[in-house]
T-cell receptor, first 117, second 111 residues
Framework: DAGVIQSPRHEVTEMGQEVTLRCKPISGHDYLFWYRQTMMRGLELLIYFNNNVPIDDSGMPEDRFSAKMPNASFSTLKIQPSEPRDSAVYFC???????????????FGDGTRLSIL | SQQGEEDPQALSIQEGENATMNCSYKTSINNLQWYRQNSGRGLVHLILIRSNEREKHSGRLRVTLDTSKKSSSLLITASRAADTASYFCATVIQGAQKLVFGQGTRLTINP
């Protein structure tokens, strides 16, 4: 079975440019999560969706970040304009449930390593 | 601040030895999960333990949970070089619908 697919795997761009990260969740999963991982801050949840609807975006750092999920098989995370401090590895994950009453694990993609020069 | 705190931050042992990692958390949880991350890869779910469980096994993995002390431990027995990775605990907080990850333990198995 295909896992969570993220693209691109690596992205290097200059500050001020728009960056779009893409994610295809596992078919049938109704939750999708975007995380950011850095050495300093560890793994941070940015936003998550349930059935394509954003539920909690309290982790989104600022208005330069936006995320969409136009359908059950695709999501994007956009940074505009990008800044050097946005450099990190961005992960997408999906699950059958958010992990409360249903206690389902999350399945992660291999991430996008983003470098803003 | 992080909900989960792993200890130690780094651990280096010889192949065949057992590895123990600990996780402490702050608030009441529904369940606690352990994940592994190999270098350059995403996290992989290892095991989930519910708040009403005390111990769980999966192959060479043994997880314990002490809700009175708000702590958990992950034991890997008979370690192998392939176990070299970072290990994270993640908690599902009661009333919330998201995982909160600790900073991880970097485990190195020396051949």
């Amino acid at each position: 079975d295909a896992g969570v697919i993220q693209s691109p795997r690596h992205e290097v761009t200059e500050m001020g440019q728009e960056v779009t990260l893409r994610c295809k969740p596992i078919s049938g999963h109704d939750y999708l999560f975007w995380y950011r991982q850095t050495m300093m801050r560890g793994l941070e949840l940015l936003i998550y969706f349930n059935n394509n609807v954003p539920i909690d975006d309290s982790g989104m750092p600022e208005d330069r970040f936006s995320a969409k999920m136009p359908n059950a098989s695709f999501s994007t995370l956009k940074i505009q304009p990008s800044e050097p401090r946005d450099s990190a590895v961005y992960f997408c994950a999906s699950s059958l449930a958010a992990g409360t009453g249903d206690n389902q694990p999350q399945h992660f993609g291999d991430g996008t390593r983003l470098s803003i020069l | 601040s992080q909900q989960g705190e792993e200890d130690p931050q780094a651990l280096s042992i010889q192949e065949g030895e057992n590895a123990t990692m600990n996780c402490s958390y702050k608030t009441s949880i529904n369940n606690l999960q352990w994940y592994r991350q190999n270098s350059g890869r995403g996290l992989v779910h290892l095991i989930l333990i519910r708040s009403n469980e005390r111990e769980k096994h999966s192959g060479r993995l043994r997880v314990t949970l002490d809700t009175s002390k708000k702590s958990s431990s992950l034991l890997i027995t008979a370690s192998r070089a392939a176990d070299t990775a970072s290990y994270f605990c993640a908690t599902v907080i009661q009333g919330a619908q998201k995982l909160v990850f600790g900073q991880g333990t970097r485990l190195t198995i020396n051949p």
